[in-house]
C-alpha cells in the first residue's frame, strides 16, 4: 500500500512544528534555523544509552517502515523525455556547481560508532529535503562558520527553481541534514549521551522551496519541472555510483524521530516516479 501524502498524523505534525517556526521567525535574519533541516545536533538522549565500549548498540525508537511510492516500471511512452533525461545525466558532470562551505558545516563519515563499532561509510540512503527560503539563503548558511553544534547544516545538493544543481558538500563527507533521525530501524550513535541519525549513511539533497511556500503552510505550489529534472539526474547518479535501491529514497519527514518535520511539502511523486522510469532506475 502506498503512503500518500497527507496522512492523519499532518496536521498534528505542523501544529507541533508551527510552534517551532515561530520562535525561529523571531530571531530575524537567521534563515539557518528556518531551514527545514537544521541539524539539531542537540538531539534527545535515548531511554537506555550504553556506556561507550560496551558495544552495545541503542536501538532507535519504533518508527514506521518505510513504504516507497516509487513502483517498477521498465518502459516509458515520453521518448522526448527519455531523450532530455538522458541528455541531462550526461551533461551532470559539466553543470553541477560546486561550492566551498565552511568546514563548521560538514564532516567525515565516522568509522566508527560511539561504541567502538566499525561502520560503512557508503552512503545507502537518500534523503530529500526542501530549503523552505530561497537558494542563495540556503548557501549563505552554509559558508557561514557555525561555533555552535545546533547551527551546523548543510545538504549533499541543492536544486534550485530553475534546475540549477549545487553540490554543497561532496557524497564522500558527512552532510548534517538530518537530527534526531532513523530509517528502518538503523540509525549510528556517534555521541553515547546523544540519540542516533541517519547522517553517518545519508546523502541530503534539497529542493528550492517556491516563494509560496516561504511559511509553515502545509502545502505550496510545488518543484518545476527542470527541478523533478535534475532531482531525477542527481539521483541515477547516486544510485549507480552506490548502488542505492529506489526503496531508499525517503524524506525527512519520515526519518525525522521528533515529528517535527514536515519536508518536502508537495512533492509529487509520480513526476519522480516518470523520470526514473526514463532513465532506467526503476527496472
Ligand atoms: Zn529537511
Known sequence: MRQPFGIPAWQHRWQARHGWLLLAGGLAGSTLLILCGIALQRQLRPPSAPQPGSRQLPSPPA????????????????RALVQRLNGLRQALPQRLQRIR??????????????????????PSMVVMHETVYGLNSAINTFITHHPNDADQVSYHVLIGEKGQIVQAVDPSKRAFGAGNSA??????VTNAKLSGSVNNFALHLSLETPLDGEDDGPAHSGYTAAQYDALAVVLADWMDRFAIPPEHITTHRH????????????????????????????C
Open 63 to 78: 518508527q514506521a517502515a518505510w513504504i516507497s511510492p516509487l513502483r517498477a516500471q521498465c518502459s516509458v511512452q515520453d
Open 101 to 122: 562551505i565552511d568546514p563548521s558545516n560538514f564532516g567525515d563519515r565516522f568509522r566508527e560508532d560511539a561504541f567502538g563499532n566499525r561502520l560503512d561509510v557508503t
Open 183 to 188: 530509517f528502518n530501524g538503523r540509525w549510528v
Open 255 to 282: 526519518v525525522d524521530l521528533g515529528l517535527e518535520r514536515a519536508d518536502p511539502r508537495s512533492f509529487d511523486w509520480q513526476k519522480l516516479q516518470i523520470r526514473l522510469a526514463a532513465l532506467g532506475f526503476l
